[in-house]
């Protein structure tokens, strides 16, 4: 017997990336897993796919509602959709700023209160939500996204706070920069894509980026019985990123 057999997840942004990841792994480890996407056709057997836009309100409501008659209620949410920025404040305009929060923070309001009366019927129940290493830790060039993670990780405790006595978790992962295809167009961007990849392999302690696959183990540790005093946290996957401070090679 698998340690989530029986229990049904939701995964937004689950047909690519860290998304696609955790919901592949939730499947293999028993779930019942269905996905929402703008382009859910990556989400293959047996994922369920379901088209979604996190902005729009009537669309989230009408996927959440068509992936929860699919899988006869629902035990884990995993917030996952989310969108990338690239500059410092001078660099991003309002109707960007506005875009990306709308997406990573409000979006993930949206997905949850959806799900949420379909929560309080489970007797494990959970959100998962993917944060970022620049929610903890001053990246250049990422203004606007950090300050997007940052709130999703702010939103995790108030989550957590709230729902507790209803018996929903709340946590959230935390990846380092990780090898997603988001990553991949940055650094198929770059002046030097090689150069910009060593670059990211350094700044990690371990010195390579993250997996999906990684990052999706810690989702699915966080979704499982395993975890059940577990809420309000935010667990690192980041190579040592946010706590280790190694002094250079050879000294």
């Not at 937004?12 to 955790?22: K, R």
């Not at 929860?68 to 001078?90: P, Q």
């Not at 990422?142 to 709230?162: E, F, I, N, P």
Request: charged residues 20%; proline residues 4%; contains cysteine.
């Amino acid at each position: 017997m698998s340690e989530l057999d029986g229990l049904k997840a939701l995964v937004t942004g689950g047909a690519s990336g860290i998304g696609l990841a955790t919901a592949r792994l939730l499947a293999a480890r028993g779930a019942r897993v269905a996905v929402l996407d703008l382009d859910p056709s990556g989400a293959t057997e047996p994922l369920l796919g379901f088209k979604a836009d996190v902005s729009d309100d009537a669309s989230v409501r009408s996927g959440v509602a068509a992936a929860l008659e699919a899988l006869g209620g629902l035990d884990i949410l995993v917030n996952n959709a989310g969108i990338g920025a690239a500059g410092t404040v001078e660099d991003n305009d309002d109707d960007q700023w506005h875009r990306v929060l709308d997406v990573n923070v409000v979006g993930m309001v949206r997905v949850t209160r959806a799900a949420l009366p379909a929560l309080r019927a489970s007797a494990h129940a959970c959100v998962v939500n993917t944060c970022s290493i620049a929610a903890t830790a001053g990246l250049p060039q990422r203004a606007l996204y950090s300050a997007s993670k940052g709130a999703v990780l702010s939103l995790t405790l108030a989550m957590a706070a709230d729902h507790v006595r209803e018996g929903i978790r709340v946590n959230c992962v935390n990846p380092g920069t990780a090898d997603t295809p988001w990553v991949g167009r940055l650094l198929d961007a770059a002046d030097d894509p090689e150069a910009e990849r060593a670059a990211l392999n350094a700044r990690q302690p371990m010195g390579r980026l993250v997996s999906a696959d990684e990052v999706a183990a810690a989702v699915a540790y966080l979704a499982s019985p395993a975890a059940a005093s577990v809420t309000g946290a935010s667990l690192a996957v980041d190579g040592g990123m946010q706590g280790l401070r190694l002094r250079p090679v050879g000294q």
